[in-house]
């Protein structure tokens, strides 16, 4: 009823060709931007700022970038850890190397590291695919612990290999305060996520889809599938990097190469399997599941045994996060194997046809 | 702010802040978190370090609290993973009136919450562990590790090493292999064995070994063919273990094999059949079965079925760190309560002063009843470590035995080495050495 597009009449190719073609949606994602970019600095407690919602951000970017290359372009890769590593350190270099090296070009540089880094890794998706590619790009991932972890000169030689960062700026504006930095997340994370939307509809989006789809059949249609698949590496490898240069300036600032492990890897492969593959806004989905639900679980389960009158130790709360968390994502698999995002636009086409369903 | 903040959180989140905030509801406490580590990789050690922790706050409760005020503490589980840690931190620092102090019980964390404590105004006690630069109380204003750090510890480490060979200037030309575990711990080790190595003149080679540890076979190899003296053993949770069955399958003699705290706990040599003979030595308190302390833990608390952990761990080596840590966390309280007011809840920064200002002496230490397994504490502004010893323990198949006297961290090794780490950490962030009017603060 109050969501229906019709008498939303198109005159023109860019209105029809628009992110959001319908009123509501646009209303709807204004209202959003504005209420996170306005409301939430002044509402949430630094709690939530600093442990729930800086973490998400930084994580949807990197499973925005993870999507791209996975969920469009269908190279399944479990080097994202590596790719996030590359950014921080060498955006860390940077910012400590050069004198007078303001953040943000230090981060993009961080995240030209890490598409140097991706391009040479996804070369062996040339020659290999699936389950193949998967194990050649954990070579990234090893590769990337071991430079860091053995290679001083990329931690400037720090006895104890952890490297930190501080008296972050943006434009001589300190970033200190919880509100700040959160803001300054979601400022990057907004421009990447409209330029990622517009990529993936473009010409190469349309590319990358076709060698997802089919390699064979997108190649005799005159598609390259050396440039498709090395830019997704490329586009895809950048986006993580700067995500990965985030988290550890913003998010940790402080940090060892443990903090991307292979560990980290996997959890946003399966953000964005269990976002939705080939979904923008699947990724967000994803890095809520997979970043937020852990936590929300660790601190309701002993409320939840206070209600019943039963004290369960941290231990226990622990190993139930544990098993809630795997019951979860296996039920979300099974009931809805495209991911969240479709669960999502399932319910948007319920709504449209809401309260006369055919 | 916080009203606001409680509009927007959701229903749920609410609940849960509601609930946990109401359960400890009390009159005068002073509230401590814990972050503990009782699952994953490193739960064998985390666990009895965790219940000595709890434990000591349940007897002081028993006894009065500090001073009249009560103890409250609440567990956030980590699972020694340092993004859990800085989530911990930052959903414990503001609640019950604000954290006094944190304990992170891993180097990593310590690492991420160094400036974060700094720039909150909280405590953060790292005794044993954590950076060892932080003994510099002139740069590092909020960072103590009280009594010991892992320097102090590699420096007792190869004091005893070179009492087993009769003497530091026969270290001379002698093979030592470090083995460590590759995290910020296990590297911590490498500046002061290197000093030592440069003084001395005996040969270092240190190789890593990647977590969590299990894997050691090339490890080994290298130490098979290089054939070294000594093996010193930097590994933590399962790597301790593993290490010491790989020395027994490479015919390398268990008593040339020496440990530091973190390799040096019941968990890590009781399953392990040929581990006789490994010694470890422990900065801080080493396992206490008889001391007082752990009798009257069981006698209070175990007896009444109030214990936390198995009975059997009360008096291991990281049962007693645990109460350690714990004990100088309210000592540190105790103290600041002597200046700022007997029986009031002190601030994270009235406490800070007592854990600056700490006066652990041997008569304090035996009305603590922990005099018979550690040394008195000291701490001041300019140093946040004190005096720092350690004492060796040498496992006999069956149980810990002290095999050596109280070997001291030599200051003539360290404290250029924390100074020149001071100054390094201070310019890279911009830092001014805290003037002596500060001090006083």
Not at chain 1, 136 to 143: S, Y
Not at chain 1, 177 to 194: P, T, W
Not at chain 1, 289 to 312: E, K, R, S, W
Not at chain 2, 41 to 54: K, L
Request: hydrophobic share 50%; charged share 15%.
């Amino acid at each position: 009823m109050l969501y229906r597009e019709n008498g939303q009449l198109k005159t023109t190719y860019g209105a029809d060709q628009q992110i959001f073609p319908i009123a509501q949606d646009r209303w709807l994602i204004w209202a959003l931007i504005a209420f996170a970019f306005i409301a939430v600095p002044l509402l949430a407690d630094e709690y939530l700022l600093r442990a729930i919602l800086i973490p998400f951000l930084i994580m949807s970017l990197a499973a925005l970038g993870v999507n791209i290359l996975v969920g469009y372009c269908g190279q399944i890769s479990l080097g994202s850890g590596a790719f996030m590593a590359v950014g921080a350190y060498g955006a860390y270099n940077m910012l400590v190397r050069i004198p007078g090296m303001p953040l943000i070009p230090a981060l993009i540089l961080g995240g030209l590291c890490a598409l140097a880094f991706g391009i040479l890794f996804g070369l062996p998706s040339l020659r290999v695919r699936g389950l193949y590619l998967a194990v050649a790009t954990l070579a990234a991932q090893f590769f990337a612990d071991w430079i860091f972890l053995r290679i001083k000169w990329f931690t400037l030689d720090s006895p104890s290999g952890s490297v930190s960062v501080s008296n972050l700026q943006v434009f001589g504006l300190p970033l200190q305060s919880a509100a700040d930095k959160y803001l300054f997340c979601l400022g990057m994370l907004a421009v990447v996520a409209l330029l990622a939307k517009n990529l993936v509809r473009s010409a190469i989006g349309r590319e990358w889809m076709a060698i997802r789809d089919m390699d064979v059949a997108a190649a005799v249609i005159g598609i390259r599938p050396m440039y498709a698949k090395l830019s997704a590496f490329a586009v895809s490898s950048f986006i993580i990097g700067m995500a990965g240069a985030l988290w550890a300036f913003v998010h940790l600032s402080a940090w060892e190469p443990a903090a991307f492990s292979v560990d980290l890897s996997f959890r946003l492969l399966f953000m964005v399997i269990i976002g939705g593959l080939g979904s923008i806004v699947g990724s967000f989905f994803g890095a809520a599941f997979i970043v937020v639900l852990p936590i929300f679980l660790n601190q309701i389960l002993p409320a939840a045994g206070a209600i019943v009158g039963v004290n369960i130790s941290t231990a226990a709360v622990s190993h139930a996060e544990f098993m809630v968390f795997g019951a979860l994502i296996v039920w979300f698999l099974i009931v809805e194997p495209h991911g969240l995002s479709r669960l999502w636009s399932i319910g948007k086409q319920k709504l449209r046809i809401w309260p006369f369903p055919h | 702010m916080n009203k606001a903040s409680a509009n927007l959180a959701t229903v749920l989140v609410m609940l849960v802040s509601s609930l946990s905030v109401s359960a400890i509801a009390q009159d005068k406490q002073q509230y401590f978190p814990l972050l503990t580590f009782r699952t994953g990789p490193y739960a064998p050690s985390g666990s009895p370090w965790a219940n000595g922790f709890v434990d000591y706050f349940k007897l002081v409760n028993l006894k009065g609290g500090i001073n009249g005020v009560r103890v409250a503490w609440e567990e956030c589980e980590t699972g020694y993973a340092t993004d859990r840690g800085v989530e911990c931190y930052e959903r414990m620092k503001g609640k019950n009136g604000g954290a006094t102090v944190f304990q992170t019980m891993s180097t990593g964390i310590t690492l991420a919450l160094t400036e974060r404590g700094m720039a909150d105004g909280i405590p953060i006690l790292t005794p044993g562990y954590g950076l060892s630069a932080s003994a510099d109380g002139e740069v590092f204003k909020w960072s103590f590790p009280i009594g010991g750090s892992h320097w102090a510890s590699a420096d007792t480490q190869i004091q005893y090493v070179a009492q087993k060979v009769g003497g530091l200037d026969k270290l001379k030309g002698k093979k030592i292999a470090l083995l460590y575990h590759d995290s910020p711990y296990g590297k911590e080790a490498i500046p002061v064995l290197a000093a030592r190595a440069k003084k001395h003149d005996f040969e270092l080679t240190a190789i890593p070994v990647s977590h969590p540890g299990v894997d050691q076979k090339a490890a080994w190899l290298q130490i098979r063919r290089s054939r070294p003296d000594f093996v010193l053993l930097w590994g933590w949770g399962v790597m301790n273990s593993t290490a010491l069955k790989e020395a027994q399958s490479t015919g390398f003699p268990r008593d040339h094999v020496v440990g530091v705290w973190p390799s040096g706990s019941d968990s890590d040599v009781k399953e392990v059949a040929g581990a006789a003979g490994y010694s470890a030595v422990l900065v801080l308190p080493g396992p206490g079965f008889e001391s007082t302390i752990a009798k009257e833990v069981r006698e209070k608390l175990h007896s009444k079925g109030q214990g936390s952990g198995p009975k059997e761990e009360v008096g291991e080596a990281l049962y007693m760190r645990g109460l350690m840590n714990a004990m100088v966390a309210v000592e540190g309280v105790r103290r600041a309560q002597e200046k700022f007011g007997k029986g009031q809840v002190m601030t994270p920064a009235q406490a800070r002063w007592g854990y600056e200002n700490l006066q652990i002496d041997d008569k304090r230490l035996s009305q603590l009843g922990i005099a018979d397994v550690m040394q008195p504490l000291t701490t001041t502004c300019k140093n946040h470590m004190g005096p720092s010893a350690a004492r060796a323990y040498t496992w006999n198949g069956s149980k810990w035995d002290v095999s050596s006297e109280w070997l001291h961290a030599d200051p003539a090794v360290l404290d250029p080495m924390i100074k020149a780490a001071g100054d390094k950490y201070a310019s890279e962030k911009n830092l001014t050495r805290r003037t002596p009017a500060d001090c006083q603060s």
